[in-house]
């Protein structure tokens, strides 16, 4: 709401002095001056502030924080040194337990208000929780000091980040030592010439974060090295410490994409074994390849997946579309009786049909594939599943996945880590007669705005 603002029309640079009222799913506070929404980056719902327009659309604008002059009871000290600088947290001045209520208010005004959301189930842990770290690595200009972190908000330009608190402090330690010994340059956007591109490392969770179980991949902007620089960077990557095995990505295009297709397996283990424990107390193993995808946070998935086997039926046959290694196929098995996997990434499917056997999984079958190909396929030869899981990447499905998986099956299990594009796919599956009952939240991603989602839509029998 709007407290004192003396004009109707707003410019860029007017100060108002705005009670915010909300967090939005882009992580900013909502405030709204005469009907007008304002976006104010780092506000707190029921802060009372001060702040200057800097951004101006039709319908609303954005606004940086002048003062605030009362700060709201949900404020909280960041824990993070750098929080302003880095970015890539964007509710750490949010006491934890008011963020979840503000997730679960994300997902339910993006469904609407007909739809029963629980509240958001926390992460387990919520600091140290991220295994999957995806650092650029740019040099300075002058001295090219190498610097890794993260991207500024809406910017190319890096936060070095030295010490990342949501992350393990083993994985912060290797990219340090990187950080301080790399010697063969960075990337440079402008010029597309310099070699490292990003550092990735896979943590897994099994030894709390110490160090020797991480795998590092660095991305390289070459199709190949010259003999004497492969033997150097291979010589290099054999000496980084407390890593379980190293590789290279050769990535020479000037894209977004991290991984390009042609990885090099340079030393060590190419996998890493994630154990995981299930509420009834049973442990999962899954190996993960650096081309895997895995979640983030392995403690909140423990959460996520035993969510997904609350909704299972026992004894039924289920299909876990978009896969990956296997994970919640494998953590429902127990309780089905049998699981089809569909999984477009090669390795995935190869660590998938590891994780069967090694789960001691009877029944089970892995196809490589793109899933709408293979559900069609399914389709044809008239197979049907009791349940379908859904647990596709953040965009969603597409109006022709969600027609055919109406003909294979009656329930699915949605899993999404985007509410916009579930509650889309949602009203899609409601028009061909499924009913949703309720939206579970989990948080996976603490101290951000993003929030996974759990739904079972059921049709009519
Ligand atoms: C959000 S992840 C979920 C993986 C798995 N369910 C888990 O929890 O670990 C989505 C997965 O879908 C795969 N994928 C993306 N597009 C696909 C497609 N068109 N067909 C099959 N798999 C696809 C990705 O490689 C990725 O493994």
Redesign the pocket.
Known sequence: MIIKSEKKQFKCGDILELEVDKLTYQGWGLARADGFAVFIKNACPKDILKARIVKLNKSYAHAEIVEIIKPSEHRVKPFCPIFNACGSCHWQFVDYAFGLEQKRQIIQEAFGHDYNVLPVLPSPQTKNYRLKVQCPARETKVSKRLLVGYFKEKSHDITDIKYCPIQPESLNDIVDYIRKNWSFGAYNEKTKKGLLKHIVLRQSSNNKGKSGEALLTVVLNARELKKRQYEEVTEFLKGVPNTAGCSINYNPENTNVIFADKFEHICGREFIFEKMKSFSGREFTYKISPQ????VNPYG?SVLFDEVKKRVRPGANIL?A????G??GIWVSDVAKNIVL????EE?VKNAKENFKLNGCKSYEVFL????EKFKQFAREKRSFDHVIL???RKGCDKEVLEVISKITDSIIY?S?NPQTLARDVKLLEEKGFSCKDIQGVDMFAHTYHVECVTVLEKAK
């Open positions: 895997s995808f895995f979640q998935a876990d978009y896969g990956g290694v994970a919640i569909v999984e477009e990434n995935a594939g793109d899933a709408k647990d596709p990447p899993v880590c």
